[in-house]
């Protein structure tokens, strides 16, 4: 049995045959993959696009997706081991994987960081309990990373390179922007971002304000060997112009800074300082015909002025059309 929780436990043509495979549903939607299957989606925090999407993926191929979360009657749960449970939880994981992985085919986990302890949330408790206690496979539908987004984020730029005849992914200057957002934001598409993009062979830049906002030492490190492994290195820059020279794609993402996580009023003085990182038409102008991107939901004329995220090189669409594709892909894969 194998889950799917993070694109670091699958090889680049593993991936890649998810993303073919993904091509052909897109194609041909309708199909039996999961005829008398079920799936259980526990929804822990707010989703449009994960939610339908995995909910209309599973019936086109022929499943029943059941979904829950904490506001749908789900009883609270417990996460740690050896706890006595005298406090709000009132079922622990053990129990609650066991019983679901007797109902159900598959189960798919959206849980974010709780934002006190990054020390504590970095080790991503909610979706590897759900991967030790279940007797069926477990999907990421985003928790410190998302992996799903990614393999979406790869296709749709894999795609429009191709229709516009620019090649393969390999050795593109891939650009991964921090911008700026009225709140500190989970990490997790940020993490995916330079992890995937170093996986299939981009040349990959992280630009971000300071120091403090580069990403945790787990992500730069995967995303340092694979860069190492294609014959690159990984650039971290706080120069937005030495980033968008010549890059090729940039992918706008917003993230707190993690010396500052759970405790975040310092951090607002300084991440107010840099709204400039928008990505706008100055900024693209120095790239090469760039393609640009983000996962969505997205502040318009915050993160990305109206005028790029409306143009003839943004791919967020295709990259959200895509979520539904590859996870058809990944649920088909896992079951058979």
């Not at 699958?10 to 991936?15: A, F, G, M, S």
């Not at 029943?64 to 079922?91: K, N, Q, Y």
């Amino acid at each position: 049995m194998r889950h799917f929780l993070t694109t670091a436990d699958w090889t680049r043509r593993e991936l890649q045959a998810l993303i073919d495979d993904a091509r052909a549903m897109q194609a041909s939607p309708i199909g039996g993959a999961l005829k008398d299957k079920t799936v259980a989606l526990l929804f822990l925090n707010n989703s449009l696009r994960t939610r339908t999407s995995f909910d209309v993926g599973v019936q086109q191929l022929g499943g029943h997706a059941i979904v829950l979360s904490p506001s749908g009657g789900m009883w609270p749960l417990e996460f740690e081991d050896g706890v006595v449970m005298d406090g709000d939880a009132e079922e622990h994981v053990r129990e609650a994987a066991a019983v679901l992985s007797r109902y159900v085919d598959l189960i798919g986990v959206r849980a974010f960081p709780k934002f006190v302890d990054w020390s504590e949330d970095r080790k991503d408790k909610v979706i590897t309990a759900f991967a030790k206690y279940s007797s069926v496979p477990v999907i990421n539908m985003e928790t410190i990373t998302h992996p799903c987004q990614e393999l979406a984020h790869v296709m749709a730029l894999q795609d429009r390179f191709e229709r516009d005849g620019r090649g393969g992914l390999d050795g593109k200057k891939y650009v991964l922007t921090w911008t700026y957002h009225p709140k500190p934001l989970n990490t997790a598409v940020a993490n995916s971002g330079l992890i995937i993009a170093a996986k299939f062979g981009m040349d990959v830049t992280l630009l971000c304000p300071t120091e403090e906002y580069v990403l945790d030492r787990r992500y730069m490190e995967l995303a340092a060997a694979d860069c190492k492994a294609n014959g690159l290195k990984l650039r971290v820059t706080h120069d937005i112009d030495e980033a968008y020279d010549g890059a090729e794609v940039v992918y706008a993402k917003s993230w707190g800074a993690l010396p500052y996580f759970g405790e975040w009023a310092p951090e607002k003085d300084i991440r107010d300082r840099y709204r400039h990182f928008i990505v706008d038409e100055e900024k693209m102008r120095r790239t090469n015909d760039a393609l640009v991107s983000h996962c969505l939901p997205m502040r318009r004329n915050v993160k990305i002025t109206d005028a790029v995220f409306d143009g003839p090189n943004c791919v967020a669409y295709d990259e959200a059309e895509n979520r539904l594709h590859v996870q058809k892909a990944i649920m088909k894969a896992l079951a058979s």
